[in-house]
């Protein structure tokens, strides 16, 4: 019982090459969530998805894409990277709007 | 829509003495107040939550108690040691919402 993965741990990109970051859960959650944090900062909700099939935006979705795969996987895409972009990203996923699990992060540095 | 303030952004103690980390919310209709540590490197890891039907709640040496009439709640650590020092985020729900609401969070020393 992984809880949330998230893969790649670290990655480095240059301005404008594109990447997708990839969560899955298996937590039988409904809920699954992506947050950046930049450092020294709160956590900020960029995309979340209520429920297989269904995608909303959060507080700073612009720049990113989101797609949820089946009920365990919801990736984050990167279309052309900025240096604005770089961060420590987490998956959560959560049922019912109560409870969240986070995922280990990302850490994406785009120079 | 729901805002969550969070005091102090940072907090040094002795180890030993107690921490008191506060929040407040701005919806009366939250229902649902958990907190979140997250140690150096590592994600937010859930530690304690309360419901609106409670006052307090105690797990150790972590409590967290509830004031639904001043829109307020409040995690408390008692003896606090070394392993403590992490950051602390509180966080707000209510039933048909699709997401927590974060505090700012909390940065947490306890020195020897």
């Known amino acids: 019982n992984a809880g949330v993965t998230q893969t790649p741990k670290f990655q480095v990109l240059k301005t404008g090459q594109s990447m997708t970051l990839q969560c899955a859960q298996d937590?039988?959650?409904?809920?699954m969530y992506w947050y950046r944090q930049d450092p020294g900062m709160g956590l900020r909700l960029i995309y979340y998805?209520?429920?297989?099939?269904?995608?909303d935006k959060g507080e700073v979705p612009n720049g990113y894409n989101v797609s949820r795969l089946n009920k365990r996987e919801f990736s984050l895409r990167l279309e052309s990277a900025a240096p604005s972009q770089t961060s420590v990203y987490f998956c959560?996923?959560?049922?019912?709007?109560?409870?969240?699990?986070f995922g280990p992060g990302t850490r994406l540095t785009v120079t | 829509g729901e805002n969550v303030e969070q005091h102090p952004s940072t907090l040094s103690v002795q180890e030993g003495d107690s921490a008191v980390i506060k929040c407040t919310y701005s919806?009366?209709?939250?229902?649902?107040f958990p907190w979140y540590k997250q140690e150096l490197g590592k994600g937010p890891q859930l530690i304690i939550d309360?419901?609106?039907?409670?006052g307090e709640k105690k797990d150790q040496r972590i409590a967290v108690t509830l004031n639904k009439t001043a829109k307020h709640f409040s995690l408390h650590i008692t003896e606090t040691q070394p392993e403590d020092s992490a950051v602390y985020f509180c966080?707000?729900?209510?039933?048909?919402?699709?997401?927590?609401?974060f505090g700012t969070g909390t940065r947490l020393q306890v020195f020897p």
């Open positions: 998805s209520a429920s297989e099939g269904t995608t």
């Open positions: 959560a996923t959560g049922q019912n709007s109560y409870e969240q699990y």
């Open positions: 966080a707000a729900s209510k039933r048909g919402a699709d997401k927590l609401i």
């Open positions: 309360i419901r609106s039907n409670v």
């Open positions: 919806d009366s209709a939250s229902n649902y």
């Open positions: 937590m039988n959650h409904n809920s």
